[in-house]
């Protein structure tokens, strides 16, 4: 059972930073890219930054400002991807969700946790 949990949200001002994590519990050799995407209220939901076998991406609204890492545990069945988010901006302002693709005995499938809250606001 594969189960995301993200964490670090929260309020913060302009020019700011923030941490965002994403506990992943099941097998991790079942899965491959991670991601983190975020959804403004009234705007769909976008991709922000994703991690794949240690190759990294970013979308152009946050290149530069973010950073994401994964760090696998030894045993292989829970890891932490993290979104280190710098220089906050007003429109950083949304809902942000970890997801997971599956790969190997998951493939074809994709785990999404509930979202934790960043809000950019003087």
């Known amino acids: 059972q594969v189960q995301l949990v993200e964490s670090g949200g929260g309020l913060v001002q302009p020019g700011g930073s923030l941490r965002l994590s994403c506990e992943v519990s099941g097998r991790q050799l079942n899965l491959g890219t991670m991601g983190w995407h975020r959804q403004a209220p009234g705007k769909e939901r976008e991709l922000v930054a994703s991690i794949t076998d240690g190759f990294t991406r970013y979308s152009d609204s946050v290149l530069g400002r973010f950073t994401i890492s994964r760090d696998i545990a030894s045993d292989g069945a829970r890891s932490f991807v993290y979104l280190e988010m710098r220089n906050l901006k007003p429109e950083d302002t949304a809902l942000y969700y970890c997801?997971?693709?599956?790969?190997?005995?998951?493939?074809?499938?994709?785990?999404w946790g509930q979202g934790t809250q960043v809000t950019v606001s003087s």
């Open positions: 997801s997971a693709q599956g790969v190997r005995l998951l493939r074809g499938r994709e785990f």
